[in-house]
């Protein structure tokens, strides 16, 4: 079996993205996914269960944001970060950006601080809570140049929790499948609405893989109108 760094370092390449990372970001990376693979074990963290699998479907599939988006010197919130996707990814590739890592379970966010110890990351921080919640409290709401979003809920919902986080100027960042164009045009209301347009769709294949994903990129245009974002059963029950 191919050693990670070997795999992230060949996907990184692949992706044109070699010359613009520090090669220690990789070992990073091979010691964020040792540390997963072994927190797995005792909290459900990922389904994927061996190291090429996540360093592919994971590591890899988050650092492709880096091809469409410069993170240098920026700030990004990640809405239900989990165990930590795209966020943790992103500023170990590019260090100095400033991620805030929003999560509704705080036993992650302990892990996940656990991992910035050790790994030295600085200027990395835990919300613990509701996106819904965060989003229409001052200091977070339209505070971010990017937001990002790696779930599997609908896009409507995702641009109602994330948009708010996003100051005009900014993007929200979804990652989604490929099979998601009606999902897409669904959205166009909640996007216009919540003061976005769609920027990009931007199709890429996850290196050493036959996996294609979808990042929809939408660009904060105008500030999100106040009472946005709803309460979370009124989002659920109510999609715009």
Not at 90 to 112: C, E, G, Y
Not at 113 to 135: D, K, M, P, V, W
Not at 191 to 197: D, F, I, P, S, Y
């Amino acid at each position: 079996m191919e050693h990670i760094t070997d795999i992230l370092r060949q996907g990184l390449e692949e992706y044109g993205l070699t010359d613009k990372i520090d090669p220690w970001a990789i070992q990073n990376l091979d010691c964020y996914c040792q540390m997963l693979l072994e927190k797995n074990q005792v909290m459900n963290l990922t389904a994927i269960r061996e190291a090429e699998g996540v360093a592919r479907l994971h590591m890899l599939d988050c650092a492709a944001l880096l091809r469409y988006c410069d993170f240098r010197e920026k700030t990004l919130v990640d809405v239900g970060t989990g165990a930590g996707f795209p966020g943790m990814v992103l500023k170990m590739l590019a260090p100095s950006l400033h991620v805030t890592l929003l999560d509704s379970l705080n036993k992650r966010l302990d892990w996940l601080l656990e991992c910035c110890e050790f790994l030295s990351l600085q200027n990395i921080r835990t919300l613990h809570g509701r996106a819904e919640e965060y989003g229409l409290k001052r200091g977070e709401r339209e505070n971010f140049d990017f937001a990002t979003a790696r779930a599997v809920a609908d896009l409507r919902v995702l641009c109602e929790l994330c948009l708010p986080f996003v100051k005009v100027g900014g993007k929200f960042l979804a990652m989604k499948s490929v099979g998601c164009s009606q999902e897409l045009a669904d959205a166009e209301h909640a996007t216009k609405l919540l003061g976005g347009r769609v920027a990009q769709v931007e199709d890429y294949r996850v290196p050493g893989t036959q996996v294609t994903h979808r990042l929809i990129v939408i660009e904060k245009q105008t500030p999100t109108p106040g009472g946005y974002p709803r309460r979370w059963a009124k989002i659920q029950k109510e999609p715009l």
